[in-house]
């Protein structure tokens, strides 16, 4: 039976051709949940549904699902990949977090490099951040694309940088429908954070010795630039959110509630992929049959010797 869910995903959803602007879209809200008490149970239920639904992933081998997590420093990636994936079985999860490329990474197309992360038919990978970085961070510090020396881009003029981002997108969008039509499912959330909660968080990492190691000085620059990245956010979103790799936009300055929204749609779209475990011939569960018999003979034969 299918679990009824508590939240209608298009109030978090950016269909495609949809026009989006950040500043239309909440930061914090109640839709769906009472409390945060409701949350709580809400993610529990659904954390329980998507270790259910895993499980048939994993066993059926026969589809991949791939979450992507973007949104500003401190919008509360690491946390929802704890709370929300923390009891899926490991041997068919895998996170992988994008920092910086390499050197031999620059010398490569940008999308070369989720290709070893790429979940295989059976399993999750998560990427904490991703291959969006390319249009979202690059798009605030275009000068990172120096190093990749396209060919197309001998200078850093506005009218050659806005042809670089209209082909990645196009490149994306391409390469998503690539993995789709592979059997991959894709659901790419952005954490949408404001910029007085990101402050409250920054300090609570400067205050709590328990949290200084998440401090990094560079968050403090990089929050100087908030409207270029809310920019950056709305355009690369807008131009790359589809039927087949939908973005959802989630309110991010209540933790609890973003991760009850998270755990929600995933559990769901996996429901909806209609998985089943794998089915034994006639033959097969004859065999099993015979398994059975072996194993109660040599228990039988234990107790009487």
């Known amino acids: 039976m299918a679990k009824k869910h508590r939240f209608d995903w298009h109030d978090f959803w950016v269909a495609p051709d949809q026009q989006l602007r950040l500043s239309d879209r909440p930061t914090k809200t109640d839709l769906g949940l009472s409390s945060k008490e409701a949350a709580r149970e809400a993610l529990e239920e659904d954390v329980e549904a998507l270790t259910e639904a895993q499980q048939v992933l994993y066993a059926s081998q026969s589809r991949a699902v791939l979450i992507v997590l973007q949104g500003m420093d401190a919008a509360g990636k690491d946390s929802t990949i704890r709370h929300v994936m923390g009891q899926v079985n490991p041997q068919g999860c895998r996170v992988h977090s994008f920092k910086a490329p390499t050197d031999a990474e620059a010398r490569r197309h940008c999308l070369c490099r989720p290709v070893p992360h790429l ?15 390319e249009v979202f961070v690059v798009r605030v510090h275009p000068e990172f694309l120096l190093r990749q020396r396209l060919p197309m881009l001998d200078s850093l003029d506005e009218k050659r940088l806005a042809a670089v981002w209209q082909r990645r997108y196009q490149e994306i969008r391409n390469f998503e429908r690539m993995l789709v039509d592979n059997g991959t499912m894709i659901l790419k959330f952005f954490l949408h954070l404001s910029p007085e909660e990101q402050k409250e968080r920054l300090l609570a990492r400067l205050t709590d010795p328990h949290k200084n190691w998440k401090f990094n000085p560079q968050d403090l620059k990089e929050r100087q630039r908030w409207g270029d990245y809310q920019r950056a956010f709305e355009e690369g979103i807008e131009a790359t959110s589809t039927a087949q790799a939908p973005w959802f936009i989630i309110p991010a300055d209540r933790k609890w509630y973003a991760r009850a929204v998270i755990a929600d749609i995933i559990a769901g779209k996996i429901e909806q992929l209609d998985l089943r475990y794998p089915e034994l011939t006639a033959q097969e569960r004859e065999q099993l049959q015979s398994y059975m018999q072996q194993l109660l003979s040599e228990g039988q034969g234990e107790a009487t010797g």
């Open 119 to 133: 979940p295989e038919l059976g399993m999750m990978a998560i990427f904490n951040r991703s291959y969006y970085e």
